[in-house]
């Protein structure tokens, strides 16, 4: 059974930082392209970040490049996203997704994605 569960989010002031974390079960997890997304209250699940099956290749969403980082441990079945320097505009749901791909490039288009977590809640605000 397929099974992915984010953690990590909450409440964080603006310009501050948080760590996400994302862990996997149920399939080939080394096999597989994983992203995250986010979506805003009234507003399209969008793309933020992904990495290919071995890390080599990560795709960032012109919105959180720079100031973002994604990565995945194999061993563990995890991914993980750090994001400093928060805005208001970063406030939302945050996902984890999984598809199966040994191409060199990550898909920032959700409907590619065959797998999902229920997400968690990240809320930027004083």
């Known amino acids: 059974q397929v099974q992915i569960v984010e953690s990590g989010g909450g409440l964080v002031q603006p310009g501050g930082s948080l760590n996400l974390s994302c862990q996997a079960s149920g399939f080939s997890f080394g096999n597989f392209v994983m992203a995250w997304f986010r979506q805003a209250p009234g507003k399209e699940r969008e793309f933020v970040a992904g990495l290919t099956w071995n890390g080599g290749v990560t795709t960032y969403a012109a919105s959180v490049e720079g100031r973002s980082t994604i990565s995945r441990d194999n061993r563990r079945n995890m991914v993980f996203l750090q994001m400093n320097s928060l805005k208001p505009e970063d406030t939302g749901v945050y996902y984890c997704?999984?598809?199966?791909?040994?191409?060199?490039?990550?898909?920032?288009?959700?409907?590619?994605?065959?797998?999902w977590g229920q997400g968690t809640q990240v809320t930027v605000s004083s």
């Open positions: 997704a999984a598809y199966r791909s040994a191409r060199p490039d990550v898909s920032q288009v959700r409907s590619e994605y065959r797998a």
